[in-house]
């Protein structure tokens, strides 16, 4: 049980998203009560989400180089996730600049082409360029909550399971691997269980988390910087109070085949 509320917290919070992720699957917006600890209930409006499945066949040649395709850009929102920018044989480096100093993350896209091509694509347009780590858990929070995380990536600062609202306008497929949430693994947030993603909302662990092993899509890891995130000012959406702490900005390097 312990798993599943952890799991489900990295949406909008414990009791929305766990609710969620059982009602959610409808075709129109349900109403939802949902006792935790014999608490008070608490109703929401549980979103509905598309299925989006990974695409099939090979891997689809980039039409440009890499330095033509990482541009930046005006543009906030997409309709759809983007096509391949980047060479999955080669490798990638992240650097998430803040306010607190750099994070470094090597990207995965032998494991997670896909995953790692729409961070890529919104990172070179600046989509994440001054918004927050909007959920920030430095230390566990036991029971419901058994690891410590941070997360990023909602233009709304609310954690928002919307793809417009909270995301950059679509979702992504979840492209679950055999890759370890290791302390410092990067994944995209859902409501778990290989569910779709928002597109742009991503958490990093600050401890291992194997609750989360086959369940999220990892698709990076920290190499540098990791005491950077411990200083992140910790943040729940859900109880309100002064914005997170802001990324300035995330560049993207790409390298030899590793």
């Known amino acids: 049980m312990r798993a599943l509320l952890f799991k489900n917290l990295l949406w ?43 695409p099939e066949g090979p891997l689809p040649t980039r039409a440009a180089d890499f330095a033509s395709s990482c541009q930046k850009s005006d543009q906030k929102q997409w309709s759809e996730m983007p096509a391949m920018i980047i060479d999955p044989t080669l ?46 858990l430095q230390e566990p929070q036991p029971p419901s909550i058994p690891r410590a995380f941070v997360q990023a990536g909602d233009p709304s600062g609310r954690g928002v399971a919307d793809a417009i609202a909270g995301g950059p306008g679509y979702f ?29 909302q991503f958490f990093i662990v600050l401890e291992d988390s194997p609750e989360l092993d086959g369940q999220y899509a990892a698709f990076g890891e920290v190499v540098a910087g990791f005491e950077v995130l411990k200083q992140v000012t910790p943040r729940n959406p859900q109880e309100g109070g002064p914005p997170g702490d802001k990324i ?10 590793p």
């Open 12 to 54: 909008g919070g414990l009791a929305v998203v766990l609710v969620a992720a059982l009602v959610g699957c409808g075709g129109g917006e349900e109403k939802a009560k949902l006792t935790i600890n014999a608490g008070p209930p608490v109703a929401i409006t549980a979103i509905p989400f598309p299925m989006v499945n990974v």
């Open 91 to 136: 490798s990638y480096t992240a650097v998430i600049k803040t306010e607190k100093g750099d994070i470094t993350l090597k990207l995965l896209p032998d494991i997670a082409p896909w995953t790692v091509n729409n961070f890529v694509f919104l990172a070179c347009k600046g989509f994440f360029d001054n918004l927050t780590f909007f959920r920030v």
């Open 172 to 200: 992504i497929p979840t492209e679950i691997n055999d890759h370890k949430f290791l302390k410092g693994t990067v994944g995209m947030a859902s409501r778990g269980l290989g569910t779709p993603a928002v597109g742009s």
């Open 248 to 257: 300035l900005t995330i560049t993207i390097q790409e390298g030899p085949s």
